[in-house]
């Protein structure tokens, strides 16, 4: 199996958590950020009341010189979203010099209407793989310049890098270990209010393969069902800890409602970039992972690890959208 094992130190030891501070407040940035969220929407109000003007005679659809009639009011809708976007962005390049970016992170496109048809890795199969086990993949089939990123287990809960996430408007995935997250339930309810999907990374995150079926199945079956009761919804996609699985995990979380196992293509830090590929690049559609710690575990916070991780994407030309939109 390409993945990696466990040590001492990211078993099923227990680290040293933050409690939930007070956030800090910059009315100055607030308030600008909240004007142009306001011009946003009134930008969108304005181009949708204004589409049905006109100061002169229009020709009929099938005249002579007309053009196929378009749905009332689209060229103003788009107009509006093109204003819209314009804005959101100014709103995000606020944003980003409050949070200490070295840039703006770049918008990333409107998800596909269909999503892409994903299937395992070559080399990342199981004995018995066929069609009917969810795909282990490292990226999403896609030619946008986009990224996704990952946040792992649970741990560290600093308050910052939810309000830096939602002013930033960079979406990112939850992979759960309930070992961790339970003293803290109301964190992750927090997240997911403000758009964070809660995925399946299991109970007390052992390495699957040494674990009997019932084992895996405990681990596995039993974070699905806690998921649910505490969040109101069952993930679709689970993600085995160190990356490690066999055809017992994946039989398994198939039948817990599991549909995906997306893995990763490069790890973040807050002083480097970890990559799986040779040329130690980013690709189109590539799985970053990284990990809920703080300073306890790493030389840096939360939010020193998005500015390190976002440098990198943006300097790079790439967008992070949100995996659930194509997975």
Same mark, same amino acid.
């Given at each position: 199996?390409?993945?990696?094992?466990?040590?001492?130190?990211?078993?099923?030891?227990?680290?040293?958590?933050?409690?939930?501070?007070?956030?800090?407040?910059?009315?100055?940035?607030?308030?600008?950020?909240a004007?142009?969220?306001?011009?946003?929407? $009134?930008?969108?109000?304005?181009?949708?009341?204004? $589409?049905?003007?006109?100061?002169?005679?229009?020709?009929?659809?099938?005249?002579?010189?007309?053009?196929?009639?378009?749905? /009332?009011?689209?060229?103003?809708?788009?107009?509006a979203?093109?204003?819209?976007?314009e804005? /959101?962005?100014?709103?995000?390049?606020?944003?980003?010099?409050k949070?200490?970016?070295?840039?703006?992170?770049?918008?990333?496109?409107?998800?596909?209407?269909?999503?892409?048809? @994903?299937?395992?890795?070559?080399?990342?199969?199981?004995?018995?793989?066929?069609? $009917?086990l969810?795909?282990?993949?490292?990226?999403?089939?896609?030619?946008d310049?986009?990224?996704?990123?990952?946040?792992?287990?649970?741990?560290? =809960?600093?308050?910052?890098?939810l309000?830096? &996430? $939602?002013?930033l408007? @960079?979406?990112?995935?939850?992979?759960?270990?309930?070992?961790?997250?339970?003293?803290?339930y109301?964190?992750?309810?927090d997240?997911?209010?403000?758009?964070?999907?809660?995925?399946? #990374?299991?109970?007390? #995150?052992?390495?699957m393969?040494?674990?009997?079926?019932?084992?895996?199945?405990?681990?596995?079956?039993?974070?699905?069902?806690?998921?649910?009761?505490?969040?109101? =919804?069952r993930?679709?996609?689970?993600?085995?800890?160190?990356?490690?699985?066999?055809?017992?995990?994946?039989?398994?979380?198939?039948?817990?409602?599991?549909t995906?196992?997306?893995?990763?293509?490069?790890?973040?830090?807050?002083d #480097?970039?970890?990559?799986?590929?040779?040329?130690?690049?980013l690709h189109?559609?590539? @799985?970053?992972?990284? #990990?809920?710690?703080?300073?306890?575990?790493?030389?840096?916070s &939360?939010?020193?690890?998005?500015?390190a991780?976002?440098?990198?994407?943006?300097?790079?030309?790439?967008?992070v959208?949100?995996l659930?939109?194509?997975?």
């Amino acid at each position: 199996m390409n993945g990696r094992r466990p040590d001492a130190t990211t078993g099923g030891q227990r680290r040293a958590r933050r409690g939930r501070g007070h956030l800090r407040r910059r009315p100055g940035y607030a308030v600008l950020a909240a004007l142009l969220v306001a011009a946003v929407g $009134s930008g969108c109000a304005a181009g949708t009341g204004e $589409s049905g003007a006109g100061s002169g005679a229009k020709l009929q659809a099938g005249q002579p010189g007309a053009q196929a009639q378009a749905p /009332a009011g689209a060229l103003g809708t788009r107009a509006a979203q093109a204003e819209r976007a314009e804005l /959101a962005q100014a709103a995000r390049a606020v944003a980003a010099k409050k949070w200490g970016l070295a840039s703006t992170p770049l918008a990333a496109p409107v998800p596909p209407a269909v999503k892409p048809r @994903i299937t395992t890795r070559k080399g990342f199969e199981v004995e018995g793989q066929d069609d $009917s086990l969810p795909p282990v993949f490292t990226t999403v089939p896609t030619k946008d310049k986009i990224v996704f990123l990952t946040m792992d287990d649970g741990d560290d =809960k600093d308050p910052e890098l939810l309000r830096m &996430m $939602s002013e930033l408007n @960079i979406p990112y995935s939850a992979f759960l270990s309930d070992y961790l997250v339970r003293d803290d339930y109301t964190y992750f309810k927090d997240a997911q209010e403000r758009g964070v999907t809660l995925n399946n #990374h299991t109970l007390n #995150h052992r390495y699957m393969p040494g674990l009997s079926h019932e084992e895996q199945k405990q681990e596995i079956c039993d974070q699905q069902d806690i998921i649910e009761k505490q969040f109101g =919804k069952r993930p679709r996609l689970f993600r085995p800890p160190y990356g490690n699985y066999n055809t017992d995990t994946l039989r398994i979380a198939k039948s817990c409602g599991i549909t995906a196992v997306p893995l990763w293509a490069e790890e973040a830090f807050p002083d #480097h970039m970890e990559w799986r590929e040779e040329d130690l690049d980013l690709h189109p559609g590539d @799985i970053i992972l990284t #990990h809920f710690r703080g300073k306890n575990d790493w030389k840096g916070s &939360m939010p020193d690890l998005i500015r390190a991780v976002m440098k990198v994407v943006t300097d790079k030309g790439y967008a992070v959208a949100r995996l659930e939109d194509y997975v």
